[in-house]
């Protein structure tokens, strides 16, 4: 008996510590490869959650039969594939909160409002926002464009839109701009002007496309890996493309949208380098927004740029898309 609990413990040591290797291997690959190659491509934009598994059942093994120091090393993978992998966000940043007037954003991709367009005012209100960036805010080819109804329903609010993008502020807005970036099967950005409390705040919506052509991976004709290829050239190009209108706008900027990227890979971090990601600076929790119904993905997002502080943000458990909402209290620092 001695020798079969031995060999159990030795076997156990081995497992714990192959995942450990595969663990750091992921997050390697996810962070520094990524998009460069249709595998880790397709790994990085995958539901994470299916890669913990081995872990948890580690985890659960070694503790019951006592092992504590195999336990204990299980423990920090699991740590580890949670913060790391997962991206589990402690709003550590929080803390450094602007002298100026806050504004609450919310980005919203109600997906042409499967519940009907009087349950995403009624979330909309409840959320007490100021400014909501909304996606597939059009007609889905069985009715008339909702927002007509959403201009209705959301009395007093200043609005813009263009195509399925729409943008609707308690404040004044200023100015706005449609702008077509020069790239296949490109999605229309919406630039909107408002002001706030006399203090200049610049809006981009948007929303980044998931494919190269019309067809989702599942009904894809050719390969996975040109499906992929395409999928990263395109995002990609939109990403360059935002990234170049924001420099050539002079003051505070956010921008929100759905874009269809995780957070993590080459591409996440590109945006990052110039914009602060609200939910990673002051949100607590996964944050994941897609599907709505069992949330397993992060791929909407409000970006602050200089001149703002996210004070807080987080995604409301609402179902009347099937994406959640992302809220975000941003304030001006000078």
């Not at 060999?7 to 520094?32: D, Q």
């Not at 399925?164 to 502020?169: I, M, N, Y």
């Not at 600076?281 to 791929?299: C, H, K, Q």
């Amino acid at each position: 008996m001695t020798g079969i609990n031995s060999k159990r413990r030795s076997l156990l040591g081995v497992l714990t510590v192959a995942n450990l290797v595969f663990l750091l291997l992921l997050y390697a690959s996810e962070r520094f490869i990524a998009e460069r190659c249709w595998l880790t491509t397709l790994v990085t934009y995958a539901p994470q959650q299916l890669f913990g598994l081995p872990v948890l059942v580690l985890l659960v093994w070694s503790v019951g039969r006592r092992h504590w120091k195999i336990a204990s090393m299980n423990a920090v993978a699991m740590l580890f594939f949670l913060v790391a992998v997962l991206g589990f966000s402690i709003p550590l940043h929080s803390r450094d909160h602007g002298a100026g007037p806050s504004v609450r954003v919310m980005t919203y991709n109600i997906h042409h409002m499967p519940r009907g367009v009087s349950s995403i005012a009624d979330e909309v209100k409840a959320a007490r926002v100021d400014v909501v960036c909304f996606q597939e805010a059009n007609s889905d080819g069985r009715g008339r464009d909702p927002k007509v109804e959403l201009t209705r329903l959301l009395t007093g609010w200043n609005h813009v839109s263009s195509g399925e993008l729409a943008v609707f502020s308690r404040f004044p807005i200023t100015g706005s701009k449609v702008h077509y970036p020069p790239v296949e099967l490109s999605r229309v950005y919406l630039e909107v002007g408002l002001n706030v409390r006399g203090r200049r705040l610049i809006v981009i919506a948007l929303h980044l496309s998931t494919a190269a052509d019309a067809s989702s991976l599942a009904h894809h004709h050719g390969s996975t890996a040109s499906y992929l290829r395409g999928s990263t050239r395109v995002r990609s190009q939109q990403v360059n493309a935002v990234l170049e209108i924001a420099r050539g706008i002079a003051g505070p900027i956010v921008i929100a949208g759905d874009f269809n990227t995780p957070p993590r890979g080459r591409i996440y971090r590109r945006i990052a380098g110039s914009f602060k990601d609200c939910f990673a600076y002051a949100g607590w929790g996964f944050g994941n927004t897609f599907r709505s119904d069992l949330p397993v993905m992060r791929i909407d997002y409000i970006w602050a740029g200089d001149g703002l502080a996210p004070l807080h943000a987080e995604v409301l458990p609402l179902k009347g898309s099937d994406h959640r909402p992302v809220i975000a209290d941003v304030c001006f620092t000078k």
